[in-house]
Each structure stands twice: as C-alpha cells, then as structure tokens.
C-alpha cells in the first residue's frame, strides 16, 4: 500500500513538473508571454498596377511580391503569428479602376483594423544601372521602432546579400505611404532588382524564396523578442 503511494506521489509530481514546462516554453512562444504577435503582410502592386518588370522573363513585380508574401505568411503562422495580408491575389486592394491613392487607403484600413505588432511591405527593386543588386530595407525616419525592425530584417538579409552579392547592405529611411500611414513599425523589403539579371534569376527561383523568406521572417521574429 505505502508503495503504491509513493508511486503515485512521484507520477503526480512528475506530471505537475511536465504542466509546469509546457506553462513556461508555451510563454516563450509569443514575447511576454502575451498573446501571439499579429503581423500585416503587404503584397506591393497588383492588377493593372505590376510594378517594375523583370530584365529578361518580364514577370511582374507583383507577381513575385505575391508569392513572397504567401510564402513568409506560412512562415509566420508555422511559428505562431497571427499573419493579416492587404491583398490575397493578383489584384488592386481596391476596385478595378479605382485610382492608386485608394487602392493605398485601402492597405491602411486593412492595417489600421488589423492593429499589428508590425507591417512587412513586400517589393522588388528596379535601378537605371543593371549591374545594382542585392536585397534592401526601408523604414520611416521618424519611428525608432520602425528603423529598428527594417535594421534586425537587414541584418539577417545580409547574410544572403554576402553570400550572393559579395556585400551587405545599411537599411535606408524612406518616404512612402505604407511606412508613414500608421504608427505601427512598419518596414519595405525590397526583395532584389528585377532590372538586374542575376537578382532576377534568384528572385524566379523556388530555393532563394525561400532562404529570403526565412531570413525576413528570422528578422521579425528577432525584432518581437529582443527590445
């Protein structure tokens, strides 16, 4: 008898120590152990509006910042975040033929209902010279918060841009809608230059979406957890 309940006591002890664990690496799961982080993904361009177009195959930057999109949205919410996108297909936010400051207004009421911990603009990059590459982040000037997750995002795309491009790059301020419309910190990946061929090349490529998805989605999930 009193060795039955010895076993039992240590089986309830060893059960309260496994709740226990779980409580504490569950709370690790999301920063402060609040509830999981909501984050608003924004597709650049859309329908009539492509973007810039691809040097040599002419894909569309918003296909490519599509993709992307659904790509670092699985990311995400395998890691636990609540992911809101501004578009889910190819096409304006706003209705066909509504000119582009609406379809804009539109983003900003999608992440002004959302009320996100962050925003991640999606985009691919054009310059007057083919030969500039790389993958680069934008922030606005005037939210520390925001500049701080364009750095952390930078930091990891780095790592690719070294790799691929042989150096990294500095996050940039910028003046654009989606990084001024909100107080959220808020950050524009330009993904690569479709006007270079070699980022074109990558950008098209099923293996480098995925590294550059891991590496944004690396740079959030830093941003979340260290102040």
């Known amino acids: ?93 706003a209705k066909a033929g509504s000119e582009k400051l609406l379809d804009m207004e539109k983003r900003k009421e999608t992440i002004l209902k959302a009320a996100p911990d962050l925003v991640v603009s999606v985009h691919c990059n054009k310059f007057p010279s083919p030969s500039r590459r790389g993958a680069q982040v934008f922030y606005n000037k005037f939210s520390n918060e925001g500049q701080r997750l364009a750095t952390t995002i930078q930091n990891k795309l780095n790592l690719l841009n070294l790799d691929k491009v042989g ?22 990946v330009e993904c690569g230059f479709l006007s270079n061929a070699e980022d074109e090349a990558l950008l098209l490529n099923a293996d480098y979406r995925l590294q550059l998805v891991e590496s944004i989605a690396d740079g959030i999930t830093e941003f979340l957890y260290k102040s």
């Open 1 to 93: 008898m009193l060795r039955n309940k010895i076993v039992m006591l240590i089986v309830a002890l060893i059960t309260a120590s496994a709740v226990s664990a779980l409580a504490f690496y569950g709370a690790l799961a999301v920063p402060g152990g609040s509830a999981a982080p909501t984050i608003v993904i924004d597709p650049g361009h859309g329908g009539a509006d492509g973007g810039v177009s691809g040097k040599n195959s002419g894909v569309t930057e918003a296909e490519i910042n599509l993709e992307i999109s659904l790509l670092l949205e699985k990311n995400l919410t395998d890691r636990g975040y609540n992911v809101v996108k501004t578009r889910t297909a190819d096409g304006t936010v």
């Open 167 to 188: 150096r990294a790059f500095s996050s940039l301020s910028g003046d654009y809608y989606i990084l001024n419309c909100s107080e959220y910190p808020s950050a524009i």
